[in-house]
């Protein structure tokens, strides 16, 4: 049976979240973050379930408590796991349908493929042993129905991937490529691999817009996201003082170039650049490009720039027209290079 991965916009059982706790990188500004995922997680239930992997139960009932209405309650689900971060959208299950005519018309199927990469860190940077174990330890539990498919030989993060759906796996040639993680395989190699593995039809590798303080070597998600009906939201640099500037012109030109697997072109949606953010002299990669898809809203990341942060919320209305447009501030978030994106994992209808 030939399977495929869904688009973010399929319809949705609902998302996972990684809780932050004292162990992680997130110690020093606990409180903040935790209240960042609060909101989200009350965002989210709206629409969905919310799968929450956690060390302690306790810890996320006491900081939910009080802000999910008990009609609610049923949808906010919690598995104990040691955990050594939050990025649910690297170590989080890739989730394959059949492709049917049921899966074309948002029907759910009980026989998903649960793909389980090797999450190593992003290249062995940061400790990841933990992680990398979340997804056997959810299908153990039996938290999602489907067959897990362990990939365990072959490093792949779903931050560094962007699927419209039909065939079509849009990737970035500086993270794919990069050290410490498929190496011997060169570009071929990888690609063939990828083309297996997510049963995709082609790949099409981006070369530029590697953003600042990015630590993932590059993650598609934060320069580009396929929208509805052959739309491309990218990030353009509009400062020419900006160091990052003219790598993300040669981004543009190269969106320019790419037709859709039908030989049309794309159409594309400018989302501005933040201006910069800094944190203790270092500069973030704050991204309007990391927002996070749900079943009938999307979570767009903000970061206290009402000019930028306007135009993003309406570039992202464009695409998404028929869904509600719920700004959260991101700024706690950044300061683990990271955003709302990142932070979370979706599933198919049926999966959770």
């Given at each position: 049976?030939?399977y495929?991965l869904?688009?973010?916009?399929?319809?949705?059982?609902?998302?996972?979240?990684?809780?932050?706790?004292?162990?992680?990188?997130?110690?020093?500004?606990l409180?903040?973050?935790?209240?960042t995922?609060?909101?989200?997680?009350?965002?989210?239930?709206r629409?969905?379930?919310?799968?929450?992997?956690?060390?302690?139960?306790?810890?996320?009932?006491?900081?939910?408590?009080?802000?999910?209405?008990?009609?609610?309650?049923?949808?906010?689900?919690?598995?104990?796991?040691?955990?050594?971060?939050?990025?649910?959208?690297?170590h989080?299950?890739?989730?394959?349908?059949?492709?049917?005519e049921?899966?074309?018309?948002?029907?759910?199927?009980?026989?998903?493929?649960?793909?389980d990469?090797?999450?190593?860190?992003?290249?062995?940077?940061?400790?990841?042993?933990?992680?990398?174990?979340?997804?056997?330890h959810?299908?153990?539990?039996?938290?999602?129905?489907?067959?897990?498919?362990?990939?365990?030989?072959?490093?792949?993060?779903?931050?560094?991937?962007?699927?419209?759906?039909?065939?079509?796996?849009?990737?970035?040639?500086?993270?794919?490529?990069?050290?410490?993680?498929?190496?011997p395989?060169?570009r071929?190699?990888?690609?063939?691999?990828l083309?297996?593995?997510?049963?995709?039809?082609?790949?099409?590798?981006?070369?530029?817009?590697?953003?600042?303080?990015?630590?993932?070597?590059?993650h598609?998600?934060?320069?580009?996201?396929?929208?509805?009906?052959?739309?491309?939201?990218?990030?353009?640099?509009?400062?020419?003082?900006?160091?990052?500037?003219?790598?993300?012109?040669?981004?543009?030109?190269?969106?320019?170039?790419?037709?859709?697997?039908?030989?049309?072109?794309?159409?594309?949606?400018?989302?501005?650049?933040?201006?910069?953010?800094?944190?203790?002299?270092?500069?973030?990669?704050?991204?309007?490009?990391?927002?996070?898809v749900?079943?009938?809203?999307?979570?767009?990341?903000?970061?206290?720039?009402?000019?930028?942060?306007?135009?993003?919320?309406?570039?992202?209305?464009?695409?998404?027209?028929?869904?509600?447009?719920?700004?959260?501030?991101?700024?706690?978030i950044?300061?683990?290079?990271?955003?709302?994106?990142?932070?979370?994992?979706?599933?198919?209808?049926?999966?959770?």
């Amino acid at each position: 049976m030939r399977y495929i991965l869904p688009a973010e916009w399929y319809p949705q059982s609902g998302i996972q979240l990684t809780w932050p706790h004292e162990g992680t990188d997130w110690r020093p500004y606990l409180s903040d973050i935790t209240k960042t995922f609060v909101e989200i997680v009350c965002d989210i239930v709206r629409f969905e379930k919310v799968l929450i992997v956690t060390p302690s139960t306790e810890i996320v009932e006491e900081a939910l408590r009080g802000f999910i209405p008990d009609d609610l309650r049923k949808r906010v689900i919690i598995h104990e796991c040691d955990t050594n971060d939050t990025w649910a959208r690297d170590h989080g299950v890739i989730t394959l349908l059949p492709d049917t005519e049921d899966y074309r018309k948002g029907i759910q199927q009980d026989d998903a493929l649960l793909l389980d990469f090797r999450f190593n860190g992003w290249g062995e940077k940061f400790p990841a042993a933990l992680d990398n174990q979340i997804t056997s330890h959810l299908c153990e539990r039996k938290a999602f129905h489907g067959t897990r498919i362990s990939h365990d030989d072959f490093v792949l993060e779903g931050g560094s991937i962007e699927s419209d759906g039909k065939g079509t796996i849009f990737t970035t040639s500086q993270c794919l490529l990069a050290i410490h993680r498929n190496q011997p395989l060169n570009r071929k190699g990888i690609e063939r691999q990828l083309i297996k593995r997510l049963h995709a039809q082609r790949i099409v590798w981006l070369d530029h817009g590697n953003l600042l303080g990015d630590d993932t070597d590059g993650h598609i998600d934060t320069i580009l996201r396929i929208a509805p009906n052959d739309t491309l939201l990218y990030v353009k640099s509009g400062n020419e003082n900006d160091p990052q500037h003219a790598d993300f012109q040669a981004l543009e030109r190269q969106l320019q170039s790419i037709l859709t697997i039908e030989g049309k072109p794309y159409r594309l949606l400018p989302l501005p650049m933040p201006d910069a953010i800094y944190d203790d002299g270092e500069r973030l990669p704050a991204t309007y490009a990391n927002f996070l898809v749900l079943n009938e809203a999307v979570l767009c990341p903000t970061y206290a720039q009402p000019h930028h942060d306007g135009i993003a919320l309406q570039t992202i209305a464009a695409a998404f027209p028929h869904r509600e447009i719920i700004p959260i501030d991101a700024r706690t978030i950044i300061r683990q290079h990271g955003s709302i994106h990142c932070l979370t994992m979706q599933y198919p209808i049926g999966v959770i």
